[in-house]
């Protein structure tokens, strides 16, 4: 075989887009993913600007408001099941995890491609629920019983897409967990692996836990709702609460699944644009194992407000703050890491900046929400709205397009223009921030969240909310096109344009089908810059 | 790189177990749900519970856990045949648990059918002039007995898959594939034994020869059946006990609390 052939290049057994949708080559699928998770991110960031639109003025705007339920509900189940779940770890894991770990491919290729395909699966089952029986689910994508068992719309092909796409989401997390454990290579202990490793791996086991428990809890609902079946239903016994609980048994900790993975790609940005080694690799690392662990006990900080006995909800409130020290602890290593480098100021160091700073925000306004007297104020209202997309969209999404713009040269072998991707990123920024500052301030006054109308009151911040995202809609059209526009006619990327130490810069860009001609053997940390490794 | 290297079949035995082990913790959780669902509800209708237990027959409940556990018991036999080599035995016993299997759930559809003759069913009218305690119960027997008959179904499934993989296993072949072709004129292909010393020789190669392919089949013979080729019965296996031990728990919940 020969082995310097691209891996997007490759001849393979099957013509044209077969030959990606039937690949197990790990870098194939990690593009499908990104094709994938691109389209819907179009359609679920459409919906949010339709959404912010109904807002401008208060009675209706645009759309009826059983069709404001099902957009907001719709929205939320695209961004969060579809998205930002998959997101990090099915993009880039499957594409860096292997090379990073000096490995030819996952521990399970046939999986891999499985994993895609019922991810598509789920995804068109679930959007396709959308046109069919009752039309659009309208209960919030958190789909609480009894809304759901009431509700006349097509609740049932929405959740079990989303089941599927749980089964989709196991099959990688114990796919990456077996790769880290058994494929490393020669050298790469546990301590030498790279932070996004490290990341996916705290990431998979949280996608192997938690996982099976929304599932079979969604798959309760089904059964609710076709056979007739009364767990969740107080007038056949059951109880809404027990579905709140395993709902968010799962969806708390899936919150972590989301973002740290995201942390990984900014433990990687930091020491190649500062030129030196990560500060604290051993702290950042074991935080992220924290961060999973500690946060599957804190679920029940959604339900403060459910009438749990005051016990609980102080454990749960206390267990919420313990989160933040591993976070915090994230933080100032990362800022560390900069103390004293020679920086160098890029794109992808650029979002890494903005993450920080945005999830900061993020993650101050989720003490805020941890704690229990001032949570009763702000429960369910914009304060939530604009806490969660500061961490998910403001973090998460920032990471991950940083993410995108660190690593876009080694995937497709081209380089963007850098002043192009400056002013996407200017205009993102801008634009995010007016979007969900003022919901962070519209929520402290009082505005209840998925409200359809609202007093004249909050029409300045809500007009302001909605010209941040027509910005914000312009900057991800912006830096999309920027991104295609280098992947067709960008010039050469060197193997390492960076100046990365991690083992995907040892190879040629985009990486050779086989990842490397050799087994790499490993003698350095991840980031050391002694001993001759540049 | 070296001339010849073998093409990667990628086989880690210790991998392939990790994965199902990881899996099956996950199957764990997925039970462990409804288990807690269980405990809740026990806890708040204890004596609804208890007399909503005493519509299922116990003696049918004896005979599933029976069936499964003997399956159980074939599936280790089945495996423990193949480590030794026997591949005939092995399939005897693949075949019985698979019957077993079978049998458990033509039992369970006699007994869900005659439930149902009955009008105990979730959303029956017998069911909904019940106290709210019976419903939950018979909402949770349902699914939970539902669910696990499901895994039952996909165990069946599994396991006829993999009764032909061994049936047509031993027959593998190895392959290596060479195109280092600037080196390959002026040399010939031999096959050494343990001391380097030619056993077989090839004629030598002139300039037409641009890659080499070399195959070796394994024929089947006993010495040729290896264990570690049967990670998938072995992981079939451990599915299988998984189903089994979940049902043993929902047996005495279900049919022994009364």
């Given at each position: 075989?020969?082995?310097?052939?691209?891996?997007?290049?490759?001849?393979?057994?099957?013509?044209?887009?077969?030959?990606?949708?039937?690949?197990?080559?790990?870098?194939?699928?990690?593009?499908?993913?990104?094709?994938?998770?691109?389209?819907?991110?179009?359609?679920?960031?459409?919906?949010?600007?339709?959404?912010?639109?109904?807002?401008?003025?208060?009675?209706?705007?645009?759309?009826?408001?059983?069709?404001?339920?099902?957009?907001?509900?719709?929205?939320?189940?695209?961004?969060?099941?579809?998205?930002?779940?998959?997101?990090?770890?099915?993009?880039?894991?499957?594409?860096?995890?292997?090379?990073?770990?000096?490995?030819?491919?996952?521990?399970?290729?046939?999986?891999?491609?499985?994993?895609?395909?019922?991810?598509?699966?789920?995804?068109l089952i679930a959007v396709a629920g959308l046109f069919v029986g009752g039309g659009a689910p309208d209960t919030?994508?958190?789909?609480?019983?009894?809304?759901?068992?009431?509700?006349?719309?097509?609740?049932?092909?929405?959740?079990?897409?989303?089941?599927?796409?749980?089964?989709?989401?196991?099959?990688?997390?114990?796919?990456?967990?077996?790769?880290?454990?058994?494929?490393?290579?020669?050298?790469?202990?546990?301590?030498?692996?790279?932070?996004?490793?490290?990341?996916?791996?705290?990431?998979?086991?949280?996608?192997?836990?938690?996982?099976?428990?929304?599932?079979?809890?969604?798959?309760?609902?089904?059964?609710?709702?076709?056979?007739?079946?009364?767990?969740?239903?107080?007038?056949?016994?059951?109880?809404?609460?027990?579905?709140?609980?395993?709902?968010?048994?799962?969806?708390?900790?899936?919150?972590?699944?989301?973002?740290?993975?995201?942390?990984?790609?900014?433990?990687?940005?930091?020491?190649?644009?500062?030129?030196?080694?990560?500060?604290?690799?051993?702290?950042?690392?074991?935080?992220?194992?924290?961060?999973?662990?500690?946060?599957?006990?804190?679920?029940?900080?959604?339900?403060?407000?459910?009438?749990?006995?005051?016990?609980?909800?102080?454990?749960?409130?206390?267990?919420?703050?313990?989160?933040?020290?591993?976070?915090?602890?994230?933080?100032?290593?990362?800022?560390?890491?900069?103390?004293?480098?020679?920086?160098?100021?890029?794109?992808?160091?650029?979002?890494?900046?903005?993450?920080?700073?945005?999830?900061?925000?993020?993650?101050?306004?989720?003490?805020?929400?941890?704690?229990?007297?001032?949570?009763?104020?702000?429960?369910?209202?914009?304060?939530?709205?604009?806490?969660?997309?500061?961490?998910?969209?403001?973090?998460?999404?920032?990471?991950?397009?940083?993410?995108?713009?660190?690593?876009?040269?080694?995937?497709?072998?081209?380089?963007?223009?850098?002043?192009?991707?400056?002013?996407?990123?200017?205009?993102?920024?801008?634009?995010?921030?007016?979007?969900?500052?003022?919901?962070?301030?519209?929520?402290?006054?009082?505005?209840?969240?998925?409200?359809?109308?609202?007093?004249?009151?909050?029409?300045?911040?809500?007009?302001?909310?909605?010209?941040?995202?027509?910005?914000?809609?312009?900057?991800?059209?912006?830096?999309?096109?920027?991104?295609?526009?280098?992947?067709?006619?960008?010039?050469?990327?060197?193997?390492?344009?960076?100046?990365?130490?991690?083992?995907?810069?040892?190879?040629?860009?985009?990486?050779?089908?086989?990842?490397?001609?050799?087994?790499?053997?490993?003698?350095?940390?991840?980031?050391?810059?002694?001993?001759?490794?540049? | 790189?070296?001339?010849?290297?073998?093409?990667?079949?990628?086989?880690?035995?210790?991998?392939?177990?990790?994965?199902?082990?990881?899996?099956?913790?996950?199957?764990?959780?997925?039970?462990?749900?409804?288990?807690?669902?269980?405990?809740?509800?026990?806890?708040?209708?204890?004596?609804?519970?208890?007399?909503?237990?005493?519509?299922?027959?116990?003696?049918?409940?004896?005979?599933?856990?029976?069936?499964?556990?003997?399956?159980?018991?074939?599936?280790?036999?089945?495996?423990?045949?193949?480590?030794?080599?026997?591949?005939?035995?092995?399939?005897?016993?693949?075949?019985?648990?698979?019957?077993?299997?079978?049998?458990?759930?033509?039992?369970?559809?006699?007994?869900?059918?005659?439930?149902?003759?009955?009008?105990?069913?979730?959303?029956?009218?017998?069911?909904?002039?019940?106290?709210?305690?019976?419903?939950?119960?018979?909402?949770?027997?349902?699914?939970?007995?539902?669910?696990?008959?499901?895994?039952?179904?996909?165990?069946?499934?599994?396991?006829?898959?993999?009764?032909?993989?061994?049936?047509?296993?031993?027959?593998?072949?190895?392959?290596?594939?060479?195109?280092?072709?600037?080196?390959?004129?002026?040399?010939?292909?031999?096959?050494?034994?343990?001391?380097?010393?030619?056993?077989?020789?090839?004629?030598?190669?002139?300039?037409?020869?641009?890659?080499?392919?070399?195959?070796?089949?394994?024929?089947?013979?006993?010495?040729?059946?290896?264990?570690?080729?049967?990670?998938?019965?072995?992981?079939?296996?451990?599915?299988?006990?998984?189903?089994?031990?979940?049902?043993?728990?929902?047996?005495?919940?279900?049919?022994?609390?009364?």
């Amino acid at each position: 075989m020969d082995v310097s052939v691209s891996y997007n290049q490759e001849k393979t057994a099957y013509p044209g887009i077969f030959g990606w949708i039937f690949s197990t080559d790990h870098k194939r699928i990690g593009v499908l993913y990104l094709l994938s998770i691109a389209t819907f991110f179009i359609v679920g960031a459409s919906i949010g600007v339709v959404m912010r639109l109904e807002m401008l003025t208060p009675g209706q705007t645009i759309v009826q408001p059983r069709t404001y339920n099902a957009l907001f509900t719709v929205h939320g189940v695209i961004m969060i099941f579809l998205i930002v779940l998959p997101g990090v770890p099915s993009i880039f894991g499957n594409f860096f995890l292997p090379i990073q770990l000096g490995a030819k491919d996952v521990a399970f290729p046939k999986l891999n491609i499985l994993s895609w395909w019922l991810y598509m699966t789920g995804a068109l089952i679930a959007v396709a629920g959308l046109f069919v029986g009752g039309g659009a689910p309208d209960t919030g994508w958190t789909f609480y019983a009894p809304y759901t068992l009431k509700s006349a719309t097509n609740i049932v092909m929405p959740l079990f897409g989303a089941f599927i796409l749980g089964i989709s989401s196991i099959i990688t997390g114990l796919n990456f967990i077996t790769t880290i454990h058994r494929m490393r290579c020669p050298g790469m202990t546990w301590n030498k692996m790279p932070l996004f490793a490290w990341g996916l791996y705290a990431t998979a086991w949280i996608q192997v836990l938690a996982n099976p428990i929304v599932g079979i809890t969604l798959l309760l609902v089904i059964f609710e709702k076709v056979f007739d079946i009364g767990v969740f239903d107080p007038s056949k016994g059951g109880d809404p609460l027990l579905y709140q609980h395993l709902f968010w048994i799962y969806s708390h900790p899936a919150v972590y699944i989301m973002i740290l993975p995201g942390m990984g790609i900014i433990s990687e940005i930091l020491p190649t644009f500062s030129k030196k080694n990560i500060f604290g690799y051993k702290a950042i690392a074991y935080s992220s194992m924290l961060i999973a662990i500690i946060g599957s006990f804190v679920w029940a900080h959604h339900m403060f407000t459910t009438g749990m006995s005051d016990i609980a909800r102080i454990v749960f409130s206390f267990l919420t703050f313990l989160v933040a020290i591993p976070t915090g602890v994230k933080i100032f290593n990362w800022l560390a890491t900069l103390y004293g480098g020679s920086i160098e100021v890029k794109t992808p160091l650029l979002y890494a900046l903005v993450f920080i700073f945005q999830f900061c925000i993020g993650g101050f306004t989720g003490m805020i929400l941890g704690t229990l007297s001032t949570d009763l104020h702000v429960h369910d209202t914009y304060y939530v709205v604009g806490h969660f997309h500061y961490t998910m969209f403001g973090g998460l999404g920032f990471a991950l397009l940083g993410g995108l713009y660190y690593w876009f040269p080694k995937m497709f072998g081209k380089m963007y223009s850098e002043k192009h991707s400056r002013i996407a990123l200017g205009t993102l920024f801008v634009g995010f921030n007016t979007l969900y500052f003022h919901m962070l301030i519209m929520g402290w006054l009082g505005m209840p969240r998925r409200y359809y109308d609202y007093l004249g009151y909050f029409q300045t911040l809500h007009v302001t909310s909605t010209i941040g995202s027509w910005i914000l809609f312009v900057g991800i059209f912006y830096m999309m096109g920027n991104l295609i526009h280098a992947g067709l006619k960008g010039e050469k990327a060197q193997a390492n344009p960076w100046g990365g130490t991690t083992l995907e810069w040892k190879i040629s860009s985009p990486p050779p089908t086989e990842n490397f001609e050799e087994i790499p053997e490993v003698v350095y940390g991840p980031y050391e810059r002694k001993g001759g490794q540049e | 790189m070296k001339a010849f290297s073998p093409i990667e079949k990628h086989q880690d035995y210790t991998g392939a177990k990790m994965g199902l082990w990881i899996f099956l913790f996950g199957e764990l959780l997925l039970f462990g749900a409804m288990f807690i669902l269980y405990s809740v509800f026990r806890h708040w209708y204890p004596q609804d519970f208890h007399n909503a237990s005493r519509s299922l027959n116990m003696i049918t409940g004896t005979v599933h856990t029976l069936v499964l556990l003997t399956s159980s018991l074939t599936m280790v036999l089945s495996i423990t045949a193949i480590q030794k080599g026997n591949k005939k035995l092995c399939l005897t016993f693949l075949f019985l648990t698979i019957l077993l299997g079978l049998l458990f759930m033509v039992n369970k559809y006699f007994e869900w059918e005659h439930k149902i003759h009955n009008g105990i069913y979730p959303g029956s009218e017998f069911l909904l002039a019940q106290a709210k305690g019976v419903m939950v119960f018979f909402s949770l027997y349902y699914s939970m007995v539902g669910i696990h008959g499901l895994h039952v179904i996909i165990g069946i499934v599994l396991l006829s898959w993999i009764f032909w993989e061994v049936l047509k296993k031993p027959d593998h072949h190895s392959r290596w594939d060479a195109f280092l072709h600037k080196d390959f004129p002026g040399c010939h292909l031999a096959i050494v034994d343990a001391q380097g010393k030619e056993v077989w020789k090839g004629e030598v190669f002139d300039d037409s020869v641009k890659q080499i392919h070399l195959r070796v089949s394994y024929h089947p013979v006993k010495e040729r059946i290896h264990f570690h080729d049967f990670i998938s019965l072995e992981n079939c296996g451990l599915y299988w006990h998984l189903v089994d031990m979940i049902w043993i728990f929902l047996f005495p919940l279900y049919y022994l609390i009364s």
